[in-house]
């Protein structure tokens, strides 16, 4: 059965950019309705922008939750780097949505952000503009305007980025992109609003404290409406911007194509040699592993110094389990870091190409045909010598993977047409 069409008069007003042109017209009308016809003061105007901030950060997370594409993570962080590697998703059921493990990696990190930043820009401008509180009409009024303004950020969100399938072409990092720059229109158009607001009550030197929002006349608080105005349309037409930087010599720092989510070849020809790393390298790798990331050892200086107190009371046994606490967290962690990045992987050496195929998973990691890569080299360090396995380095023309603790190496230079740089000895 075929899906109802919806309406003409719907279906135009979910062309292009209108959806997001009709949610920046009423978050700036509301404040217009507000301060000519309902008599707001700067306070109200002041407490609206910094809810609507909330309102647009919020949303904003909700974007970057469903992003389409890899979010773009260090790739030496210790487990994240191994993690954002992997390109799997949570699918949502019902849904083309997924959420990316490369986007969980990101959002505890910016979702404390953009909450401290908005907390922190209430400060100069809430703290300020509603001090001693708003009349109760005011706050029903700016309370309703609150409602509507998240209801119809929200439909944006649904309708441009969800319906249209335009998270398809963002990662967490750009689906919250534009965010900051409102957050800045809204964060120094409140301190405009107060410094102006103080300079016309209580003069230029006066402490902030003393600003009173209820003297501001109308001429002034509609020139905020209108400044705060101009900012949301500079951003609405962000994407010619972009365009502009792309299609120009110039760099604005606006044009950036998050990574590709297309699954990556994991097929080669016959006859195909698969190559694991031995179980010694594997837990070599795992206990040299906090060499390279010293600040693991950061995290055993709690349950030490929980030791060193027990021990003072000749509780032993708490003191030995403490101390073994210390020691094995990192080496945990580091174990875990070592098994995502090396242990779990599996290389397929074909005629073809080689294939990193993630066997947690149950997909490929990256692909190199042969000529793809730049220099071919094989290293034997301090460990390998111990253990009488190699590494095998292949640069690419951006990029380098290295292969270590392999038994034997030649099955995977075998795909290559290049001859292998070698040690001498």
Do not use: C
């Not at 719907?10 to 062309?15: E, F, K, P, Q, S």
């Not at 699954?263 to 906090?290: E, M």
């Not at 490929?364 to 009488?388: I, S």
């Amino acid at each position: 059965m075929p899906s109802p069409r919806l309406p003409y008069w719907l279906r135009a007003l979910t062309r292009g950019r209108r959806p997001r042109a009709l949610s920046i017209a009423i978050a700036n009308l509301l404040p217009l309705v507000g301060v000519v016809a309902l008599g707001w003061n700067a306070g109200a105007l002041v407490f609206l922008y910094w809810f609507e901030l909330g309102i647009t950060a919020f949303w904003a997370v909700v974007r970057a939750l469903f992003a389409g594409r890899l979010s773009e993570v260090d790739r030496g962080g210790l487990i994240v780097g191994p993690l954002a590697a992997r390109r799997v998703a949570i699918p949502v059921p019902g849904t083309d949505l997924g959420i990316r493990v490369s986007t969980l990696l990101v959002l505890p990190i910016i979702a404390p952000v953009l909450a401290g930043m908005w907390f922190i820009a209430g400060i100069p401008t809430v703290g300020v503009a509603v001090d001693g509180g708003l009349a109760p009409d005011a706050l029903d009024s700016v309370t309703l305007a609150v409602l509507v303004i998240f209801a119809t950020e929200g439909g944006t969100t649904l309708v441009d980025y969800i319906h249209k399938g335009e998270y398809r072409e963002h990662s967490a990092q750009t689906a919250m992109r534009g965010v900051f720059f409102r957050a800045g229109t809204i964060a120094l158009g409140g301190i405009f609003a107060v410094t102006l607001i103080g300079a016309a009550t209580v003069g230029p030197d006066a402490e902030l404290s003393a600003v009173d929002p209820g003297i501001a006349g109308l001429p002034l608080l509609l020139g905020i409406v209108g400044v705060k105005a101009a900012f949301d349309l500079a951003g609405l037409y962000r994407d010619r911007l972009t365009a502009f930087d792309e299609s120009s010599s110039l760099d604005l720092g606006l044009s950036y194509d998050p990574p590709s989510t297309e699954p990556i070849d994991g097929s080669v020809a016959d006859p195909v040699r698969s190559v694991r790393q031995p179980r010694r390298a594997r837990l070599a790798g795992a206990l040299t592993t906090p060499l390279g990331h010293p600040g693991l050892w950061y995290l055993s200086a709690l349950p030490a110094l929980v030791a060193a107190i027990f021990a003072i009371g000749g509780e032993w046994s708490t003191v030995a389990a403490l101390l073994a606490a210390a020691l094995m967290v990192p080496l945990a962690l580091a174990a875990l870091d070592h098994e995502l990045r090396y242990g779990l992987v599996e290389y397929r050496a074909g005629d073809d190409a080689l294939v990193a195929y993630d066997r947690l998973f149950d997909t490929a990691l990256w692909r190199v045909e042969p000529w793809d890569e730049t220099d071919l080299r094989v290293e034997r360090g301090r460990l390998d010598r111990r253990l009488g396995t190699e590494t095998v380095v292949i640069e690419l023309r951006d990029d380098e993977y290295r292969i270590p603790g392999l038994a034997d190496a030649e099955p995977i230079l075998d795909v290559f047409d290049r001859r292998a740089d070698r040690p001498d000895g």
